[in-house]
């Protein structure tokens, strides 16, 4: 069997005739986005040092009708963590601090994980900390609750566990980059704002771009942000993050280009600290990780690129540039609905050419045949701790089938007596039984692997239920849980979110309203001693069972 994956995109134009094709060109990705009467963005896209296309759409602010404009400032969101980043690539430069210090020496307050925490760790997403935003909503806080960098820190001085190993895996998370923030200011002896200021803005003349962690404050040209609640009906959306180090860096389209085009042609007092913000590593497995210092360092189609995304209550950025082509994309939005990342990909087709095949064609599969009564022996259910879903392998037509939970299916298609292709889909993935250890492995193309054990999928009786309620508290958010039965239903309770439904997985292991996932864990009598709590970048964090 030979399977054919095809590229997103299959053709790729070249820089076009004339500028007036181009200017139409990006002008048209807008053009059906475009409302007077709401929110928009600045575009400004450069080649070979000159302005190609440069356009503000919508207003600025919708109440007193005032536009956007090449002047006007936006919240650029997690785009501002390279600008930390820089921050402690200069520090490192004048010898205040190295990257691979232990993050301790600096914030002796956090606790010890059992192996060290470096700054290259936190540089790298490669940490293993908990993220502030899902911590924060964990422990009871909601939309609207301001958060500042002291509430952050009081919460991360109290974890007593990780997500992972330091090194051993990417997760993109904001606490590494807030913790680097106090590293800069406990180093420097300085406010991070200022410090900032003094040593990455007003020498980049990036004079209209600084760091406001007060929302309440007013400050000429800043749009304001908005989300659509239906068609044209427009709301305004508070930041209510008032943490720094990142995001809440506030610029203009060109000063951000000022910034991007040190990637390509740095003075020489700036060449070697935007060449180290280019640094990548691998994690301890030896698997790349491309986060940089602040920055993702990757390709477009075979096309090298330094890219970064900012989303932030309702704005919105991108910056692509691609340095061996001289070319550089800044979208700044005041709306939450724009989709940047899709629109700066369209444009970078309109300059660039792809450098990979159209097609791919991955080794020939040469399936085997096996009767029904060796594919009965992987049927079951089969559960994937690390990713909290479960999977149905079930024989049908004398083919195995694996069922994911939205009643999708692949055919399995032998290679060996446990080995399996998996079929239907446009990537090269396989499965592996082990019936001694009652597991299954998927293996991605780059030999990444999932784990799954097989499990006895049984209903739970109300008795069973019962066993799951109680009071449950975390040492490390200071914050309660209650579970209890209501109409033979498990309910959930927080004194600040109210009520919420919970949902049977399997045994043990519950989902909350689909937001997190609680696993229960017993002592060796079979008693519930608590359970941990896993959600998007937060991972196993305890409750203890206090009733």
Do not use: C
């Not at 446990?418 to 293996?443: A, H, P, R, S, Y």
């Amino acid at each position: 069997m030979k399977q054919i994956i095809f590229l997103y995109f299959t053709v790729f134009t070249t820089f076009s005739v004339t500028s007036q094709n181009i200017t139409n060109d990006i002008d048209g990705l807008f053009s059906m986005r475009e409302n007077l009467n709401g929110p928009g963005g600045v575009v400004l896209v450069t080649q070979n040092n000159k302005t190609v296309f440069e356009k503000a759409y919508g207003l600025e602010n919708i109440s007193y009708k005032i536009p956007n404009t090449s002047e006007s400032v936006f919240n650029i969101g997690s785009m501002s963590k390279q600008f930390t980043a820089m921050g402690i690539v200069l520090l490192q430069m004048e010898g205040k601090l190295s990257i691979d210090d232990d993050i301790k020496k600096y914030l002796p307050e956090l606790n010890n994980f059992g192996k060290p925490i470096t700054i290259r760790h936190l540089l790298h997403h490669t940490s293993g900390f908990r993220s502030s935003p899902e911590l924060f909503g964990l422990a009871g806080w909601r939309d609207g609750d301001a958060i500042s960098n002291e509430d952050f820190y009081r919460y991360l001085t109290k974890q007593t566990a990780l997500n992972f190993e330091p090194g051993s895996e990417y997760m993109y998370t904001n606490s590494g980059y807030i913790l680097l923030a106090k590293i800069i200011e406990n180093v420097s002896k300085q406010n991070f704002k200022s410090w900032m200021k003094e040593k990455i803005f007003q020498p980049l003349q990036m004079n209209a771009t600084f760091i406001e962690e007060n929302s309440s404050n007013v400050v000429s040209k800043v749009a304001t942000s908005y989300s659509e609640i239906e068609p044209s009906v427009f709301n305004y959306v508070e930041n209510n993050d008032l943490t720094y180090g990142a995001s809440n860096v506030y610029s203009t389209s060109k000063d951000v280009l000022k910034w991007m085009k040190n990637f390509n042609e740095a003075s020489m007092n700036w060449k070697s600290a935007f060449e180290m913000l280019k640094t990548v590593d691998v994690l301890n497995s030896g698997q790349k990780n491309n986060y940089g210092f602040g920055v993702f360092v990757d390709d477009f189609f075979g096309n090298h690129r330094i890219q970064h995304t900012g989303a932030i209550a309702g704005f919105r950025s991108v910056m692509y540039s691609y340095p061996d082509d001289n070319l550089e994309i800044i979208i700044l939005s005041n709306f939450a609905s724009n989709q940047l990342s899709k629109t700066a990909d369209q444009i970078s087709q309109l300059f660039l050419q792809s450098k990979l095949l159209s097609e791919t064609y991955p080794e020939e599969i040469k399936p085997i045949t096996l009767n029904n009564e060796v594919l009965k022996k992987y049927e079951g259910m089969y559960w994937s701790d690390k990713n909290n879903y479960s999977r149905k392998i079930y024989v049908e037509n004398n083919t195995l089938w694996y069922l994911r939970s939205n009643n999708k299916k692949s055919p399995l298609i032998p290679i060996t007596s446990t080995e399996f292709q998996m079929g239907g889909i446009n990537e090269k993935l396989l499965v592996k039984f082990d019936i001694k250890t009652n597991t299954m492995k998927l293996i991605s193309a780059d030999n990444s692997i999932d784990v799954f054990e097989k499990y006895v999928d049984k209903p739970l009786l109300v008795e069973d239920l019962k066993e799951y309620t109680g009071t449950f508290y975390s040492s490390e958010l200071e914050t309660y849980y209650t579970i209890s039965l209501k109409d033979d239903k498990l309910i959930g309770y927080h004194s600040r979110f109210g009520e919420f439904d919970i949902q049977i997985l399997k045994q043990d292991v519950l989902s909350w309203s689909g937001m997190a996932v609680s696993k229960y864990k017993r002592n060796k009598k079979g008693s519930i001693t608590g359970l941990t709590i896993t959600m998007s970048r937060i991972r196993d964090l305890w409750f203890e069972k206090k009733q």
